[in-house]
């Protein structure tokens, strides 16, 4: 981002602009950076659209609504150095302002359902002899039920870890 706004205001001291038309032009370009990180999937005729329109705002007078900072030449030199260094690296400029969830999936591979029993008739017999009370049938039937979600759950279970990234929907 400061390489950028950087490059610009040697771009407006090149062009030896007063400081209303470097503070113009400056706003508009991060106006048009916050509308490129504002959605994460590329749409580049829009941003440029966008970027267009602000910028031929500033190129009519026609208060409230625009008003005459730029004249012709000064258009064409914002539209060139605006094309060469913000839409060329366009990609990149997206990928880097874009905000970005880190979303990570871990589990357990479970070969089949008769693992799955043989693994908790093995964790019940080594907390059976802890026990000492008995089990009512209600909770025998409440751990027949977790034990079953448990089998649904652990089918669905596709690999041990995953590891994405996915952009954030505003």
Known sequence: MVEVFYKAVCFCQKQEWDDLKTSTYLSILHDLLLHISANAYMKLDADYDYFKRQVLKHAIDRPPWSILVFDRQDIES??????????????????VLTDWLDV?????MVHSAQEMDRQVAIHQEEHQEEEEEEWSEEQLQTLQELVNEIHALAEQVVSTSDHLLVPKVQ
């Open 78 to 95: 914002i539209w060139h150095f605006t094309v060469e260094s913000v839409f060329r690296y366009y990609d990149m400029y997206k990928h």
């Open 104 to 108: 990570s999936f871990e589990g357990y």
